[in-house]
């Protein structure tokens, strides 16, 4: 039986490394894609249901948090830099928060990839976009002017932002998610150990049959 036991603690830590090695990729997108949030986007949207405190999840110290928070508060919400009067006056419209954006569109963080890199110039010269024709937003990244060599790492810096807004949408996923590895281990154990309880209670039968009189 000890063989069946050895296969389960193996088959545990395989999903257990597993699980780490994603979490550590996904770690430093999330971190990029929160710097262009913080330094790019933030600057025309609020993003109001996340506090500078939250950055603390993604893995970035303490010191790394005070220099994106400038003089505000890790407890503050993060407003738009610019005044959503100023923003009216320029664009025409209040840009929406962002921080349920990846839950609000049909798409989520991969609409918001698309859209953002969905700039183009036509052919008189004027920008506009594939996924939302007409957008008040500028092509903020610079995507429909570039050229084939920066743009793939436009696109790097776009799919860095939409995962981190994804995240943003729903900052307690990661912590569901690992429960739910938690309790399919526990499952799995608890499985393992009833079936040899049963083997043992069923050994035992076996050896002695009841006989009856
Ligand atoms: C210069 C100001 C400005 C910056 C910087 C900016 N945006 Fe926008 N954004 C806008 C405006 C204005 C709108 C409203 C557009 C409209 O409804 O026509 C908008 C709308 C959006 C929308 C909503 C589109 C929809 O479906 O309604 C998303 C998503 C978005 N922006 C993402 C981003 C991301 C991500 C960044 C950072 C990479 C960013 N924006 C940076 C001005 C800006």
Not at 32 to 40: D, L
Request: with cysteine; hydrophobic share 45%.
């Amino acid at each position: 039986m000890n063989h069946i036991k050895l296969w389960a603690l193996f088959v545990c830590l395989v999903f257990t490394i597993n699980g780490r090695v994603l979490a550590a990729e996904d770690e430093a997108t999330l971190q990029r894609g929160a710097h262009v949030a913080t330094e790019v986007c933030n600057t025309c949207h609020s993003l109001k249901y996340l506090k500078y405190s939250d950055f603390l999840k993604l893995g970035f110290t303490k010191t790394q948090v005070d220099s994106m928070r400038g003089d505000k508060n890790m407890g503050d919400p993060l407003t738009a830099q610019m005044a959503p009067s100023d923003a009216l006056a320029a664009f025409g419209i209040v840009p929406p928060d962002l921080s349920l954006m990846a839950k609000a569109r049909e798409g989520g963080a991969g609409y918001i990839d698309s859209m953002i890199t969905g700039f183009y110039t036509d052919a008189s010269g004027n920008t506009d976009n594939h996924v939302f024709p007409g957008i008040k937003m500028p092509d903020i990244l610079g995507i429909s002017q570039a050229d084939p060599a920066s743009r793939k790492a436009l696109l790097l810096k776009a799919k860095d932002v939409s995962t981190f807004l994804g995240w943003a949408a729903d900052p307690m996923a990661d912590a569901r998610e690992n429960l739910g590895y938690a309790v399919m281990a526990y499952v799995f154990v608890l499985t393992v150990l009833l079936y040899l309880l049963k083997n043992k209670i069923w050994g035992r039968l076996e050896q002695s049959p009841l006989t009856l009189h």
